[in-house]
């Protein structure tokens, strides 16, 4: 494999120019994790900061089959059981079920905390704790910063070509 000196040397010579679009790849990538989070999170995130809390009780597993195609072409099923929770909410009974199940079928009768939304409390999650914010919050992480440097790339981009264009007209 030959050496890939004329590419570096490309690059090094390009380097403003490949730095001036690189807004344009962060951006990509800041719309991907946001969409991820918002897509996985923004329930959970409106129940985490406006929710109020309860007990409730765990009346059910569900059973949920999942299936996946192996590379050999086989097939491979699995079974997670997810919790069907019943809380008061005022002077009514709500039951919900939770999307985050396990393979276990332990846990009919047991009393878990859970957040709800006090105008819809069919809107509801069992409080796991710091489990809670996965895996939407640490895609807002990442993909808020990202995001501002691509705002920044943006606007240092324009306001590049906006001086260039004076420049060009008062010659």
């Known amino acids: 494999m030959p050496f890939p000196q004329d590419q570096v040397a490309w690059v ?15 951006f990509l990538a800041a ?18 900061f406006k929710g109020a809390r309860t007990r409730g009780t765990i009346v059910d597993l569900k059973p949920v089959k999942f299936s996946y195609r ?7 099923y699995t079974t997670i ?14 039951r919900f079920q939770e999307w985050k199940g396990s393979e276990s079928r332990d846990g009919t009768g047991w009393s878990v905390p859970v957040i709800y939304d006090p105008a819809d409390p069919s809107f509801a999650m069992i409080d796991r704790g710091s489990w809670n914010w996965l895996p939407w ?5 990442i993909g808020l910063p990202v995001a501002l440097a691509s705002l ?3 606007l240092a981009f324009f306001a590049r070509r906006a001086r260039t264009r004076d420049l060009s007209s008062s010659s």
């Open 31 to 48: 719309a991907l994790f946001l969409s991820l989070a918002y897509a996985t999170g923004h329930v959970h995130a409106h129940l985490l």
């Open 81 to 94: 059981y997810e919790p069907l929770v019943e809380f008061n909410a005022g002077d009514r009974v709500v």
């Open 137 to 141: 919050a640490p895609c807002f992480v």
């Open 12 to 26: 090094l010579a390009n380097r403003e120019k490949i730095a001036r679009y690189s807004f344009i790849p962060q």
């Open 152 to 154: 920044r790339g943006f």
């Open 70 to 76: 192996t590379s050999h072409g086989s097939n491979w």
